[in-house]
Structure formats: C-alpha cells, structure tokens
C-alpha cells in the first residue's frame, strides 16, 4: 500500500507489477506499453465484447475476465477489467424489480381518471391513500459517510416480532389515519376505513385509493359499504403497480428517519419510535417530506427497460 501512495497508483496495479516481476524478472517491468503486460483486445474484439455483454450481462469483473480469456486468449487484472469494463461504457450497478404484470394501459387510464377528480373535486369531497406497512424489529444497514479506516457495524436484533399498521394518507392536508392490529385484515380494513370516515365529519365523499389485497376486496366489507348515507368511495388501483399509491413513498421515509443505522434493543423501544415518527415527525416536517411523498405519478413501461432474463 505504501508503494502504491507514492506512485500514486492502484494497490491493484503495484500486485500486478510484482506478479510480473516474479514471473520474468526486471524486464517484464521494462515495456512502456502497459498493455503488452496484461490483455489487450482489438478494437474489432471490444466492439463484439460490447455486444456481447450487452445481451449477457455478467455480475463480476472475475466473470468478464474469464469470457476473454476463453474467447479472445487474453489475461486481464481485476483493475484491467474495470477500466476496460468502463471504456466500452458499463457501470456496476444493481437491477431493480419491474412489476412485470402492471398493464400500461391501465396505469394510463388510472392516471387520466386521478387527474380528472383532482381537477373537478368539489371543496366538500377529500382524496387519501391506503397501505399497510409491516416494520420488522431489526436493524436496516444503510450508506452513510463514516471514518475511512474503520470498518462500522450494527448490532443485529435475534428476534422477529414486527408491527403491523393500516393506515390512510391525505396529500393535501397531510392528515393521518392508522390502525395497528395482530394481523392486516378484513377487521382492520374495516376499523380504518371507520377511523377514516370520522376523521373527516365535514366531507360529503371521501376517495380512498388503495391497492387489490383480498382484504380490501373482503365480502365483510360491503354491508357497511353499501350502507346508506356512506361517505367511502373505494378506487383500486391497476394490478401490479404499487408505484401508483404515494403512501408506499411514505414508508421509505419512515424507515429513513427510523430504522435505517439505528438499533432498537427492545422491540417496545422500537414500536414506540416508529409511532412518533407518525405522530410527531410527520406532522412537523410535511414541508420538508411532500416534495418525496407526491402524487407525481408516472407510466412503467417494460420496454424502457432492459430486462434481464
């Protein structure tokens, strides 16, 4: 490392210079052109090595070093594969899950129809969003800036006890509604849908989006549903396509604000900090969280992206 510093160079390079040195001696250190030492393609070779890539991603520099070196007879460093890797235009990065099944017709239609009640909803009517969310009692390593020379760790938590919240979203006057319950249910649909209802006295309609969950489709719930003067009107969303709800949004702020670097020794400790977050740091910093928490919705289209197989 320290012959590294003072030729400002890679650890990886100086290993490899030594790797050369041992193998053949001070004259293998005597080529100007650093390429000899190690693989070195074609321009016709990396522009087929680009396709091929391209169609077969690989998850390690070690992978890609072995496909030349079978295809092309050429040996490559792990620091050669990764500068070469970034030349032809790769970066290392993880893949994200698409909800494969979500139709981009519907999610269009559900944005059109969203936008028009928006447009046209009377002063008397009020949108929310609903979605439960399970807060699992363990730590959440997360990125964060820390000494250079020390390696940070998080006390793991053994057990599994979890909460489980029901809950509804205003955008515009933030205001929230919760239930906790032992399990996420028909019973707790209905408790939230009441809690839901009360909060809002002065409202002829009350809009609540929510997503397809059978207890949202529960056969005990329409006898209350259809009930005279009810002031719930149910709209689910399209299958598949959680991005459309803005309380899901919700929940990555909260395990920013709560889980994320924090351990919580005792379960009570932890049920206890993620509803404070509800109660108090939700309400205070609404300003702060609305510009995350939008109902800024977008289209996901599969063939924007690339799928991998």
Request: aromatic share 12%.
């Amino acid at each position: 490392m320290r012959v590294a510093d003072a030729l400002f160079l890679d650890t990886g390079t100086v290993r490899t210079w030594r790797r050369s040195y041992e193998a053949d001696g001070i004259s293998s250190l005597e080529i100007s052109d650093y390429s000899k030492r190690e693989g070195h393609l074609s321009f016709e070779q990396e522009a087929e090595l680009q396709v091929h890539l391209s169609a077969h991603p690989m998850r390690t520099s070690g992978e890609v070093r072995a496909y030349i070196e079978q295809t092309y007879g050429q040996r490559y460093s792990h620091p050669g594969a990764i500068k070469l890797m970034t030349r032809l235009g790769f970066v290392y990065k993880k893949p994200k899950l698409l909800p494969l099944q979500a139709s981009p017709q519907a999610q269009e239609n559900f944005i059109a129809d969203y936008e028009e009640l928006c447009t046209e909803l009377p002063a008397d009517e009020a949108i929310v969003f609903v979605d439960a969310v399970h807060p699992e009692h363990q730590s959440r390593p997360a990125y964060g800036w820390f000494p250079k020379h020390c390696q940070p760790v998080i006390a793991a938590n053994s057990g599994r006890k979890r909460m489980n919240i029901h809950a509804a979203l205003n955008l515009e006057t933030f205001q929230f509604q919760y239930v906790e319950a032992l399990k996420i249910n028909a019973e707790s649909t209905l408790g939230l849908l009441k809690k839901i209802e009360t909060a809002y006295p002065n409202k002829r309609h009350i809009h609540v989006f929510l997503d397809n969950a059978r207890y949202h489709h529960a056969r005990m719930l329409k006898p209350w549903l259809g009930a005279p003067n009810r002031r719930i009107k149910l709209h689910f969303l399209p299958a598949y396509a959680p991005h459309l709800n803005p309380i899901e949004r919700l929940w990555g702020v909260m395990h920013k604000h709560v889980t994320h670097n924090k351990h919580y020794a005792k379960f009570n400790d932890f049920a206890a900090a993620i509803l404070a977050f509800f109660h108090k740091t939700l309400p205070d910093k609404w300003p702060q969280f609305r510009n995350t928490i939008t109902d800024n919705f977008r289209v996901i289209k599969n063939e924007k992206h690339m799928l991998i197989q």
